[in-house]
């Protein structure tokens, strides 16, 4: 019997845990949680009821989870949860900022150019492993 699924995946320079379980037979349910800093930013469940007396069930339960977990994955990639992963930060009000300084401030200094060819940075295994999940069609 699988237990669940568990991967760590970067994401926007982000890790964020992707987890899918099995409740058993008992509780029938696939609950599937991506967590961010150890915060859940989505989460869903399956029953799985409705199918409890099929054959095969533990391998019936184990695609419903794989499946489930890859569209987990492929919603993360899609950006669904980024407004929930990544909420803007609230601005200050004027009152509560610095006071601005009566002395002119210096220029910060120039940063370099970027070159004119584009470099291409390897791919982590985390991005290897979410390409390979997401494009398995088996």
Known sequence: MVVGFNHNVMYKGEVFHIQTE????????????????????????????DIIK????????????????KDMLRRLKNGEFDSR???????????QSAPKSAAPQA?????????????????????????FLLTDDK
């Open 22 to 49: 099995d409740s058993g037979v008992a509780n029938p349910h696939i609950v599937s949680l991506i967590y961010r800093e150890g915060t859940i930013i989505s989460s869903r469940k399956t029953s799985y009821a």
């Open 107 to 131: 220029a910060p200094p120039s940063l370099p150019k970027p070159s004119a060819q584009p470099q291409e940075k390897p791919a982590s295994l985390d991005e290897v492993i979410l390409d």
């Open 85 to 95: 992963a990544f909420p803007t930060a609230r601005s200050v009000p004027a009152a």
């Open 54 to 69: 099929v054959e095969n069930l533990e391998r019936v339960v184990e695609e419903l989870m794989k499946e489930q977990h």
